[in-house]
């Protein structure tokens, strides 16, 4: 499994943009597909971002497409997600994961958790009107 860490929560209002970072030592990341989800406090996990292997084919959730944007930093070996005009259901903690590095997925990268076997901690946000 491949350790990560997320950053970049913060405790910040509506309208501001947020940039995560997702970094992992010892590996190199662009060899994995990255999801990044979210979970509010007493609701279900949510797809929010992923970004496919070796690629910058990227989905989306419905709750931040159109306004958000994964990316990869190759010499600093991290994915991005940027999430503009932040709402207060945004209000969550921040997962990243990685998939295993042995399976091609059909389209790109998995949108469901279980494509995935490594996690962060998570990083929170809060945001308020």
């Known amino acids: 499994q491949v350790q990560l860490v997320e950053s970049g929560g913060s405790l910040t209002h509506a309208g501001a943009s947020l940039t995560f970072s997702c970094a992992a030592s010892?590996?190199?990341?662009?060899?994995?597909?990255i999801g990044w989800f979210r979970q509010a406090p007493g609701k279900e996990r949510e797809f929010v971002s992923c970004i496919a292997k070796n690629s910058d084919q990227a989905i989306y959730g419905n709750s931040v497409k159109g306004r958000s944007t994964i990316s990869r930093d190759l010499p600093k070996n991290i994915v991005t997600l940027k999430i503009n005009n932040l709402k207060p259901e945004d209000t969550a903690d921040y997962y990243c994961?990685?998939?295993?590095?042995?399976?091609?997925?059909?389209?790109?990268?998995?949108?469901?958790?279980?494509?995935?076997?490594?996690w962060g901690q998570g990083t929170q946000v809060t945001v308020s009107l």
């Open positions: 994961a990685a998939d295993s590095p042995h399976i091609y997925h059909v389209y790109g990268c998995p949108t469901y958790a279980a494509g995935y076997v490594s």
């Open positions: 010892g590996v190199t990341l662009d060899d994995y597909a």
